[in-house]
């Protein structure tokens, strides 16, 4: 069994303005906006969609397959990759251009402004899938490359493959027709809610309309948890897992999803998978960073057993 995980690979640089945006920023003036924060601290880390669930996949014992560009400046990452037992197959190397670049800048209100220079990652990964068991392997189309991201949903449909499709932060670039091709026949669409009203606006399409076009709609909703509703007519809200501190809340969307592969990867409903991505999730928030968490098999399983009960068997 092989998780295909597409999408960016990013170096971020992860900055904190000690006050609240929103008391910089005259509304009556957006038309002209000109505005500048003093940040009082910042951190380069390891980043992007792809590298992030993968990240935590690892932890989980899983060891997907990243399929990403990547340039000349990306040799630590690799390093750090391969120190989580991930293989490096899949993400195509180039000397003549860097990695992609995030810029970060989280508020006191964990709001975020986000700058970001694709790099490689405007680059197609090509990669020739060598071993796809579309009756064993899942697949996740995460933000990153447009042209990999218009094309991998209909590679993955036409050889039976179950995909999730997360369009994220490229939701400005992909128009509604491209959309609602990468959802038709998905096995799940997952975004936080403010994505997905977007994705209604652009494709014209109740919530309820793209329920029908997909199997799963799973809706991240920051502290209230996640919604999920399936085309079966399932709609359940799973809680978030209760922290002491939230640090940053960069990357606890990807390890979420990792969570959630975790658990469809092992069987489980989607409504149950997710409960796993809640608890993925919540290990993020408490680190600067969207690949610094560590967790023990144990810490996972009393965290999860805390909210939701016994932990599935076979999870670990």
């Known amino acids: 069994m092989s998780i295909y995980i597409s999408g960016s690979l990013a170096f971020d640089r992860i900055m904190t303005f000690p006050g609240n945006f929103q008391d910089h920023i005259l509304m009556d003036k957006l038309h002209m906006i000109n505005v500048s924060f003093m940040v009082d601290g910042m951190d380069e880390r390891r980043g992007g969609c792809a590298g992030n669930i993968a990240y935590s996949l690892a932890l989980l014992g899983e060891k997907p397959v990243i399929i990403a560009a990547a340039g000349r400046d990306f040799g630590p990452y690799a390093d750090a990759l391969k120190a989580k037992g991930l293989s490096l197959e899949g993400i195509h190397r180039m000397d003549d251009i860097f990695t992609a670049l995030c810029y970060i800048t989280t508020d006191l209100n964990s709001n975020q402004i986000t700058g970001f220079y694709p790099g490689a990652m405007a680059r197609a990964a090509d990669y020739a899938f060598p071993n796809l068991n579309p009756e064993a392997d899942m697949a996740i189309v995460s933000p990153g490359n447009i042209d990999d991201m218009r094309r991998l949903p209909a590679f993955y449909r036409e050889k039976g493959v179950r995909y999730i499709f997360d369009p994220g932060q490229q939701l400005p670039v992909l128009s509604g027709a491209d959309l609602l091709a990468a959802i038709e026949g998905s096995f799940a669409c997952i975004t936080n809610d403010y994505e997905l009203n977007m994705i209604c606006r652009a494709t014209g399409k109740s919530e309820n309309e793209l329920v029908g076009r997909t199997l799963w ?27 002491q501190n939230v640090t940053d ?58 909210t939701f009960g016994s932990l599935p068997e076979g999870i670990f």
Not at 221 to 231: N, T
Not at 276 to 283: N, T
Not at 289 to 306: I, L, M, N, S, V
């Open 249 to 306: 809340p960069t990357g606890a969307g990807d390890a979420h999803r990792a969570g959630l592969l975790k658990g469809l990867m092992h069987g489980l409903a989607m409504p149950e998978a997710a409960k796993l991505g809640a608890v993925s999730a919540s290990f993020c928030l408490e680190k600067m960073g969207t690949q610094e968490h560590e967790y023990t098999a144990d810490a996972f399983t009393k965290r999860y057993e805390a």
């Open 217 to 243: 709609l799973v809706t991240t909703l920051g502290a209230d948890g996640a919604l999920v509703r399936g085309a079966d007519g399932t709609e359940v809200r799973i809680p978030a897992v209760s922290i």
